[in-house]
């Protein structure tokens, strides 16, 4: 505050740090980092304060690249398909996340992600749509690289500490994808990402870069293991890390709930209607004379001072109120120094985050090896994270109804995660996880069992956690039907009562719960893509034109353009789907979204479907040009009719 007035040219600044933070370097706007951003001009040369590396401009161009594909349902993978708002996406993140831009733009509550530690021993399985050539690696950064330069364009080999770019290629994967997972995030909404050493240091600098330095949270300890390795030369690690970032100031983080441990420190009662309470000192480190004086047992007459160098915590005037209170207590016996009675009906009802957890509150790397073997008769993943810490991180973020997202899904500890904490305490949390069908390694447990990918070993991760948690709602509820035929047959207090609704409550929270998912699949749109012709070869030019008579790709399906049509308008994967008939008689019709927001005729275009799309009186309808071939005079009406009703007509 300097007791200045805002200018416009400072309130448009602070606009565009909020919404462009990446554009910034120590307060500033770094002009070469704005025009990369908005897609101009992507050259990184000046020496000045700014993460930068080998690709790093390529990276930018990735970022901006549209993406052509759309998802694609698998029902028959599926579990409850049709109600379920649990959705897994099998396909490469980077072109995911850009299909969900516009339906999932700003709803996401959470973000967790657990990418490659990069450790030099992990394959980067993500193949970016660009490459390099080895002179021009060589040129940029000149380093010789023993080994050769690895092209993005497919060729999946181990990212060796070695490599003369081991930290670029790091760095080009995850640059695009956290620019693209800020956008999905709400303004209230957090990114929990987990990191080892190996690249702490450069995902910081990232993501301060991405989200903003004002916008870091925390760096969180975690204790993986339980047990140190004995048979390291130097340190034993048992530290990973995961770093905090909102996605702005209205971001605002949780109470955990209290533990059993802490409450059991509350364990003396003085039967004065407070209820438990314990003792605390009375005294504090930074002196003041005002506060040094003597307090005085009203019982004995005894005065106490505070020890050298102390005094007490607030004024004489409150510690005379405290002891008629008899909030002071003077030990067992009234020959003690005073001590405050801190009540537990009056502390925090619930506990300030740390960071630093312990395997004790979130679990350890063997607690998660064992969680899938519980699963799975033989483990077939290596490297899970625990489902108590990642039920942490959403119990800090979430409320119960949020959505989350993991575009690392791995073995699926996320969706599991959710759905057995939406068991505990009732709630209505939904999941998007993604994940490569990577291949599984050759010789691998997993491969031996069947697995062919990892997505499919996510997959029977989450069916069988499912069938798990959905066996442990319904002995609860059992549990909690027993409990209330037992109420029903005493007599009838007020209390009692009472508790039947509760467990009534509980019994409804828990008959609601989401423990299905929908598969869908990255794939091609169902629209040809218009090919660059290169030079100018007028019979190709013509070739492509010709093919463009009708967009419609000769692989698509009806049920395939209806969800790459969703994705593409805005609508989000558990938008309500419905197909109505033109007339009983008929099975071809039209597709309503969410009731009347928007229509899609794919599959007949008559007067008679044309009339019962303007009754649902919809805000939007979008139809394929190629139903009304032949027919200009219907497509001219329905056109009019469209326009008289107010309702925003498309064909394509």
Request: a negative charge.
């Amino acid at each position: 505050m300097d007791g200045q007035s805002l200018t416009p040219d400072k309130i448009k600044l602070q606009q565009l740090q909020e919404l462009l933070p990446e554009a910034f370097s120590e307060g500033r706007i770094d002009w070469e980092k704005l025009k990369a951003t908005l897609g101009e001009d992507i050259t990184f040369s000046n020496e000045r304060y700014v993460l930068n590396w080998a690709g790093k401009s390529e990276a930018f161009k990735v970022l901006q690249i549209p993406s052509t594909g759309t998802l694609i349902p698998a029902e028959e993978e599926s579990i409850n398909y049709n109600q379920t708002e649990n959705i897994f996406i099998e396909g490469e993140n980077l072109e995911v996340l850009k299909v969900l831009q516009k339906s999932y733009f700003g709803k996401v509550k959470l973000i967790y992600i657990d990418p490659p530690y990069n450790t030099g021993n992990d394959s980067f399985i993500y193949p970016d749509k660009f490459s390099e050539t080895k002179d021009e690696y060589l040129k940029r950064v000149g380093d010789k690289d023993e080994e050769g330069y690895m092209t993005r364009d497919g060729i999946f080999r181990k990212n060796s500490k070695e490599n003369g770019q081991y930290h670029s290629n790091w760095l080009n994967m995850m640059y695009p994808r956290m620019f693209l997972a800020k956008n999905l995030l709400r303004e209230d909404g957090v990114i929990f990402v987990s990191i080892d050493d190996n690249e702490i240091h450069n995902l910081k600098l990232l993501m301060n870069e991405v989200f903003g330095e004002e916008n870091f949270v925390a760096n969180i300890s975690w204790h993986k293991n339980y047990a140190s390795a004995n048979d390291v030369k130097t340190f034993s690690n048992v530290l990973d890390y995961i770093l905090v970032y909102q996605k702005s100031e209205h971001y605002q983080r949780k109470l955990l709930p209290r533990t059993d441990k802490q409450d059991s420190l509350y364990k003396y009662d003085s039967n004065d209607g407070m209820g438990l309470w314990r003792s605390d000192n009375l005294t504090v480190k930074t002196y003041s004379a005002n506060y040094d004086y003597p307090i005085t047992n009203p019982k004995t007459g005894v005065d106490f001072l505070p020890s050298n160098g102390r005094c007490w915590m607030t004024n004489k005037e409150t510690i005379l109120k405290w002891i008629d209170e008899k909030r002071i207590f003077f030990g067992q016996n009234d020959n003690g120094a005073p001590q405050l009675k801190r009540y537990l009906n009056e502390v925090q009802q619930g506990v300030v985050p740390i960071t630093y957890w312990s395997y004790d509150d979130c679990g350890h790397n063997d607690e998660a090896r064992k969680e899938i073997k519980n699963l799975f008769e033989k483990p077939p993943f290596d490297t899970p994270k625990p489902t108590r810490l990642l039920k942490r991180v959403i119990t800090i973020s979430c409320d119960e109804n949020d959505l989350i997202l993991d575009f690392f899904s791995g073995s699926g500890t996320t969706a599991h995660a959710v759905m057995d904490l939406n068991k505990e305490d009732g709630g209505r949390r939904k999941y998007i996880c993604v994940q490569l069908p990577e291949l599984c390694a050759e010789k691998s447990e997993a491969s031996k069992a069947g697995y062919i990918t990892i997505a499919d070993i996510a997959k029977e991760r989450i069916r069988r956690a499912a069938k798990m948690i959905g066996q442990d709602i319904e002995s609860k509820i059992l549990n909690y039907e027993q409990q209330i035929q037992k109420l029903e047959g005493e007599l009838p207090t007020e209390e009692k009562l009472e508790q039947i609704k509760n467990l009534e409550l509980e019994i409804e929270k828990l008959k609601v719960q989401d423990t299905g998912f929908k598969v869908l699949k990255l794939s091609d749109s169902n629209f040809k893509q218009w090919q660059q012709i290169i030079g100018k070869d007028a019979n190709a030019l013509e070739e492509q034109m010709k093919l463009f008579v009708d967009p419609v790709s000769e692989s698509a399906t009806i049920e395939n353009m209806v969800y790459e049509l969703l994705l593409k308008s805005g609508k989000d994967l558990n938008s309500k789907i419905e197909h109505k008939p033109a007339s009983q008689s008929d099975t071809l019709g039209y597709y309503c979204i969410n009731d009347n927001e928007l229509i899609f005729m794919l599959e007949n275009a008559t007067q008679e479907i044309v009339d019962s799309v303007l009754k649902e009186q919809p805000q939007k309808v979008i139809a394929l040009d190629r139903l009304f071939t032949g027919n200009d005079q219907l497509k001219t009406n329905t056109a009019l009719q469209m326009k008289d009703a107010g309702i925003e007509f498309k064909t394509i």
